[in-house]
């Protein structure tokens, strides 16, 4: 292997955790705003809030097809319909006293709040020892 393919692939590391911690970061955006607006209220006439998801895919393009990390492929949405529920002193409210809310299941929520949070925390583990390692190296030669 070329010394410049060395150099190039020993940094690649950071990169790699560092779009992990990019795509954890967004995945926690997500549940935050869905555990915001669990409580959102519409009409019924009018659609829900929709649940975000995250959809995330391998980078592909390093050596051998492996260690360039994800990205974010784009934002997916829950159903509009949501969940009618009886709430007469809503403003909101129509005639039969129904309001629309989301239908988002909190403990679902929390679920993927630790999920993302222990993403994240293992990619900047990742990045930390890698600092570390180098670290180590760039003293070895004094």
Not at 65 to 70: E, F, K, N, S
Not at 119 to 126: D, F, K, L, R
Request: glycine letters at 10%; aromatic letters at 8%; charged letters at 20%.
């Amino acid at each position: 292997m070329e010394i410049n393919k060395i150099g190039s692939r020993a940094f690649s590391t950071f990169g790699t955790a560092a779009s992990g911690m990019g795509a954890y970061k967004l995945w926690l955006d997500a549940v935050a705003d869905n555990i915001s607006n669990i409580n959102t209220v519409r009409r019924t006439d009018e659609p829900a809030f929709q649940e975000r998801f995250v959809n995330v895919a391998a980078s592909e393009g390093g050596e051998m097809g492996v260690g360039d990390g994800v990205y974010v492929t784009g934002a997916v949405f829950g159903s509009p319909e949501g969940i009618l529920s009886y709430d007469p002193n809503s403003p909101l409210a129509d005639e039969q006293g129904m309001v629309r809310k989301p239908n988002i299941d909190l403990s679902e929520q929390m679920v993927h709040l630790i999920e993302a949070q222990r993403g994240y925390q293992a990619n900047a583990s990742v990045f930390e020892r890698a600092k570390a390692a180098y670290e180590s190296i760039l003293t070895i030669g004094r």
